[in-house]
């Protein structure tokens, strides 16, 4: 039964253009990301989140965000450049607004 599921699953996706495909993953890695700041283990500073730290792509475990309290501590060597970079565009959304500042 398992199998016939998946076979499904991957034909329907693989009719799928690249952009539907990018939409549906996109939008799995943002369901997956908003779980992880309910259960307090994504504290991102950028709106929308960074997907860098999720996917364990730096110093932090996979699955987790620390960003934005590594800024409160003025520790930015520590903050992903996903979010750095979105800090520089204007989309800071950290819980402390003198942070949003700099």
Same mark, same amino acid.
């Given at each position: 039964?398992?199998?016939?599921?998946? #076979?499904?699953?991957?034909?329907? #996706?693989?009719?799928?253009? #690249? $952009?539907?495909?990018? $939409?549906?993953?996109?939008?799995?890695?943002?369901?997956?990301? +908003? /779980?992880?700041?309910? /259960?307090?283990? !994504? +504290?991102?500073?950028? $709106?929308?989140?960074?997907?860098? &730290? !999720?996917?364990?792509?730096?110093?932090?475990?996979?699955?987790?965000? @620390?960003?934005?309290?590594?800024?409160? +501590?003025?520790?930015? @060597?520590?903050? &992903?450049?996903?979010? %750095?970079?979105?800090? /520089? /565009?204007?989309? &800071?959304?950290?819980?402390?607004? +003198?942070? &949003?500042? %700099?």
């Amino acid at each position: 039964m398992i199998l016939i599921v998946t #076979f499904v699953i991957v034909v329907s #996706f693989k009719q799928k253009s #690249f $952009e539907e495909k990018r $939409e549906i993953l996109l939008n799995q890695l943002y369901i997956n990301i +908003e /779980e992880a700041k309910l /259960e307090g283990k !994504y +504290e991102c500073c950028i $709106e929308p989140p960074c997907t860098m &730290c !999720y996917l364990g792509n730096w110093v932090w475990e996979d699955g987790t965000c @620390d960003c934005d309290k590594m800024m409160k +501590e003025d520790k930015f @060597d520590k903050v &992903c450049p996903q979010c %750095i970079k979105g800090l /520089e /565009e204007g989309r &800071c959304k950290s819980t402390d607004k +003198e942070i &949003c500042k %700099i």
